[in-house]
């Protein structure tokens, strides 16, 4: 969401430091969820294989944060 981002940007650090964990959380419950319930594909003759997903951040290089 824009607004969630420019909160984040605009926070002090403190918040944008929750907001940050927060978008961790969310991010790790998605990716648990997929992989148990939608993450399969088909492997060989009737067989099925899961998937393991290996979500990645998008931020600068250099470690720096967007605004900050």
């Known amino acids: 969401m824009k607004s969630v981002s420019a909160l984040w940007a605009l926070a002090p650090r403190e ?3 929750q907001i940050e964990a ?3 959380a969310a991010v790790a419950d998605t990716v648990t969820s997929l992989e148990r ?3 399969f594909t088909r492997l060989g003759a ?3 294989r899961q ?3 290996r979500p990645c ?3 600068p290089s250099g470690g720096a ?3 900050r």
């Open 22 to 24: 927060a978008h961790a």
């Open 51 to 53: 998937l393991s997903l």
């Open 46 to 48: 009737g067989g099925v």
């Open 57 to 59: 951040s998008h931020w």
């Open 15 to 17: 918040v944008a430091e």
């Open 37 to 39: 319930h939608a993450c």
């Open 65 to 67: 944060s967007w605004n």
